[in-house]
């Protein structure tokens, strides 16, 4: 991944970072700016929380009582960030998670929801002693951050949409199939095939092989666990989200046109979609 580009999802499009940091500076401007300002560090600090005896990794960046979470796609990591990172902790406290079974976090033999990662987000915070945040989620992370706002709206300050969906990411018949090239011997190839389809050209080399690389390292279990999570109908309701929300999202032949519908429901919500902002709703 080139210094001066952030890989949208694993899709078709490139992000710059300034765009990103101008998403999470829109959500934190909304009339919720930190009340603790961050302490900067130009460090990145390891550490390790625990949820149900598992160890969660998580990075973190400066300090303070509110942060930015970033929180990875499915079979990915914290390396996911690195580009945005650095402009983030120019004026926030940042914490990048290694979700269960993913990086350097513990690998159970669990059920990998969309619930269990919430929690672990939660735990993460809890380790952190973060009392709020804005949750920025990439692909997976949306449900994951709308999972977390469910359980815990007083810890949600708001919610950035990185090429994630707020509706399924495909009809039943369509994620059983998808599941089942995850269950057989050649899973890791399937995965592959997978982020490789919707990727795109331009993703630079380096961003191709730490995709490719971290999809290799992720587990069977957990890579049909966590795709069955996003499969789990009861995690796309219609309920309301009462904190402001931005997406981020890329132009891709992948994204279902539902997608986007439900953003244009949703209280102080923008859309960046090429690089051009536009509001939904104000």
Known sequence: MRNNLIQAGSRNQILRPGLLSFAAAFIFASGIALS???????????????????????????????????????????????????????????????LPGHGQSDKPQVTYSMEYFARAVEAVMRDAKVKRAVLAGHSMGTPVAHQFYRKYPEKTLGIVIVDGPLRPFGDKAMMDKLIAGFRGPGYREAAVQLLAGISGPNLSAGATGRIKASALNTPQHVIVSAMEGMADPSIWGDDKINVPVLAVMAKNPFSAPTWNRPFAGLPRTWTFRCGKAWAISS
């Open 36 to 98: 603790v300002p961050a302490q900067k560090s130009s460090a990145a600090e390891s550490h390790f929380a625990t949820l149900d005896g598992a160890r969660i990794h998580y990075v973190n960046y400066g300090k303070g009582s509110e942060a930015l979470v970033l929180i990875h796609g499915w079979t990915q990591n914290v390396d996911g960030w690195r580009d945005n990172v650095p402009d983030f902790a120019k004026r926030n406290r940042v914490i990048a998670i290694d």
